[in-house]
């Protein structure tokens, strides 16, 4: 199983461009997360789904959105950049119900916009 | 909400001494925690996890200690060795969709 695939692993955008992150697991997981993290700090919720066609907000959701199709991808979508959403954006995901299940990550979209 | 907190933003151990890396949460409801590992240019990486009905879990090298009256978790990582180095951020499971708070992180540097 490949687990968690982020693509592209890199990329630079110019301010005002637009692009989408994808975000793919083949574990079949129905939970999916798309978080940031910013030099030297913890990793920030974004958006989570709890399954195809639901959606919700995290804690820094503005200037993003998502869709969720299917279980396998989850989508990341940047319509105006912004300098400030410069950070490596990673997406996670886990199978469902009460606790005791760990997220499993991608290794990360590193993002600059200049 | 929930807010997750680490005492030390650096930690530096000799080679095969033990590492204990702190880790403080606020939100009693929290009820499941987890310690990620990230090395340089990876995704956070599963290390260990306890839930909240248990005080200690152990795996290989590593044990967490769950404390709920201070809020308050440890990871212990016994004969630390040089793929040790990375940073460790604990997490706080909450929430309908168990969404993960997590803490600022934790460079371990192990030195030869």
């Known amino acids: 199983n490949a687990g968690v695939t982020q693509t592209p692993k890199f990329r630079i955008l110019k301010i005002g461009q637009s692009m989408t992150l994808q975000c793919t697991q083949d574990?079949?997981?129905?939970?999916m997360y798309w978080y940031r993290q910013d030099p030297g700090m913890g990793l920030k919720l974004i958006y989570y789904?709890?399954?195809?066609?639901?959606?919700d907000k995290g804690e820094v959701p503005n200037g993003y959105n998502v869709s969720r199709s299917t279980t396998e991808d989850f989508p990341l979508r940047l319509e105006l950049a912004a300098p400030s959403q410069t950070s490596v954006y990673f997406c996670?995901?886990?199978?469902?119900?009460?606790?005791?299940?760990?997220?499993?990550f991608g290794d990360g979209t590193r993002l600059s916009i200049l | 909400g929930e807010s997750v907190g680490l005492h030390l933003p650096t930690l530096s151990v000799q080679e095969g001494d033990n590492s204990i890396i702190n880790c403080a949460y606020s939100?009693?409801?929290?009820?499941?925690f987890i310690w990620y590992k990230q090395e340089s240019g990876k995704g956070p990486q599963f290390i260990i996890d306890?839930?909240?009905?248990?005080d200690k879990r152990q795996g290989q090298r590593v044990t967490v200690l769950l404390n709920k009256t201070v809020k308050h978790l440890s990871l212990q990582i016994a004969a630390t060795q040089p793929g040790d180095s990375a940073v460790y951020f604990c997490?706080?499971?909450?929430?309908?969709?168990?969404?993960?708070?997590f803490g600022s992180g934790t460079q371990l540097t192990v030195l030869p």
């Open positions: 996670a995901s886990r199978f469902p119900g009460p606790r005791g299940q760990p997220q499993h």
């Open positions: 574990m079949n997981h129905n939970y």
């Open positions: 789904s709890v399954g195809a066609g639901i959606t």
């Open positions: 939100n009693s409801a929290s009820d499941y």
């Open positions: 306890i839930r909240s009905n248990m």
């Open positions: 997490a706080a499971d909450s929430g309908s969709a168990r969404q993960l708070t």
